[in-house]
């Protein structure tokens, strides 16, 4: 008989209840480089020239040794800030995370917990049910109404008063629909019930949006929390930073779920770069607005059914074949969109991100195509 000792190890401990249970995230990140990437919303030119020569500047001894982070919430502050802010923030009101992605999970870890409810929109970004999910809270998912994907105010409003979540969270614009809602009604949403903490994901507002940030006095209003990123405006996704900007006291409570060194130190280098190159983020926002009237005149024309409100990007529903079919015709001539198959609401819809008015010209030539219709234009 096989001794117990050499019996292959089958079953593996199990994780958390909640861990076991969940669906994680999952997104097709491999294999997309030298494609035209019309698929994750990242800014499509890359980051500005300062970032690179700061990268290229880095020394040995910065490698090897733990990243320093000093000055960098300075930094954060000094490009945010306006003389119009109702409040001026300040240093211990940013939290730097690495991406924004690792700040909802935080925001998530230190907050939610076993069976307290997150209320949220539906359909949107997708990493916050996983994170979640993982603490075992229950979602109560509120749809956008409507052919135009308009905010479910009122229903958010009587769920806010009725259920008084633990998390309210709102990406504004939406991801993907665009959908925004105005800074007013959020700090209305925040005062309705003070003990919710409301996460406003603002990683699209440079595009068209309405950021709260000028409007809101975190001394009054200590339950909302503003997420911002390097990520789709200034070309840093693979570095990973973003950060979370509210009251110090939820500053804090959200960082001390991190890890001492979490972002590395060529993501610090990058960000003090970007950071003091706001002129290169704006000529790039100007030239995505100016590639979206572009994109939007030839779908209008054509009448192509499409949803297109603020951000970055916009809904397509293809007119002749499938969206399964499109989105694989174009990959395989180098242009990746993202499939919202089975997403409630959209589903049979692709999701393009616009980048400039050339990568536009060339997804709208190879669009017609693939859809097979005589174009007008
Ligand atoms: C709405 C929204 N929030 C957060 C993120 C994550 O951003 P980051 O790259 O800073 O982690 C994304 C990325 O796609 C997003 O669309």
Redesign the pocket.
Known sequence: MESSKNKPLNKIPPARLEVEQMTPYSAPLEGRRDLLRLD??ENTIGPSPKVLNAIKKITSEQISIYPEYLGLQKAVVNNLNSPYFVSLLKPNQIGLFN????A?HSIFYAYGDRNKQYLTTLPT?G?YKPCASMQGMKAIEISYEGSDFKFPLQAIRNSLIKLKPTILII?NPN?PTGTTLSATKILELAHLSPKTLVVV?E??EAFLGDSVLPVVDFRKTPNLVV?R????TSGL?GL???FAIGHPGVIDRITRVTGPYDINSFAVTAAFAALTDQEYVDNYVAEVLQARIWIQKRLCANKVRHHMDAGNYFLLWPTHQSHNDVETSLKSAGILVRNMKNKPLIHGSLRVSIGTTLQMKSFWETYKNVDKFKALN
């Open positions: 994750f919303n991406g924004v992605d690792s909802i970004f990493y990406c991801n994901d990683l699209y997420l990123s390097l990520s789709k996704a990973r930073i973003g």
